[in-house]
């Protein structure tokens, strides 16, 4: 009889206490696979950024020759494009950062307004608009533009996503003990960046 009551007071204590790990083990488990998955969506980023800027110095070369005293443009052109590879890079680094991602984002706001400033000169110039470098650079580019859009909403809904779990009551609880902070979204902060650079010829 007393056996019997020392077991399921036991039992009483061990099941919930074994219940309680294993929704530990569940939420953390979970969080993981959360972060994991917004950090893969930035990979998928940051290889369209990377396209992105690989076009830009074949577009400013072959608008070179046909701009030549727009060189200020040009010159703009490569320096945003180089603080935008900047900011990505750090921003890869740890994909959660705000102020890496506001920096991506301030960056690339910029690089799109000098990569528009390019496009409305290239207007300007008939033999570049008809040279056919020029067009497929720019058709490359236009097409990189959709991808970075498509890949940059697939990141914000897995933010979205791990935020919203990490945030809600009882995941919380294990979200901060454990070091899984908020992740930053990739938002256009410009009303200019949100449309792809206008490619018209």
Do not use: C
């Not at 580019?141 to 498509?150: D, G, I, R, Y």
Request: hydrophobic share 50%; net charge positive.
């Amino acid at each position: 009889m007393i056996r019997g009551s020392i077991i399921i007071v036991l039992l009483v204590l061990v099941v919930p206490v074994f219940f309680i790990l294993m929704w530990i083990v569940s939420a953390y488990n979970r969080l993981v696979a959360l972060r994991n998955r917004y950090q893969n969506a930035f990979a998928q980023i940051d290889v369209q950024l990377k396209r992105r800027y690989d076009l830009i110095p074949n577009l400013v070369e072959t608008a070179k020759g046909y701009i030549k005293h727009e060189r200020g443009t040009l010159e703009a052109v490569i320096a945003a494009r180089n603080a935008a590879s900047t900011a990505n890079v750090r921003a890869a680094q740890n994909p959660g950062d705000a102020a890496a991602m506001k920096e991506l984002s301030g960056a690339e706001a910029a690089l799109t307004g000098t990569l528009g400033r390019l496009f409305a000169l290239a207007e300007a110039y008939p033999d570049l608009k008809a040279n056919t470098t020029m067009l497929t650079l720019m058709e490359e580019l236009t097409s990189t533009e959709n991808k970075v859009a498509f890949a940059r909403q697939a990141y914000n809904d897995a933010v979205m996503t791990y935020n919203t779990k990490r945030e809600t009551f009882p995941t919380n609880l294990i979200a901060a003990p454990f070091n899984f902070g908020p992740a930053e979204l990739f938002a256009v902060e410009k009303p200019e960046e949100k449309a792809a650079p206008k490619v018209s010829f």
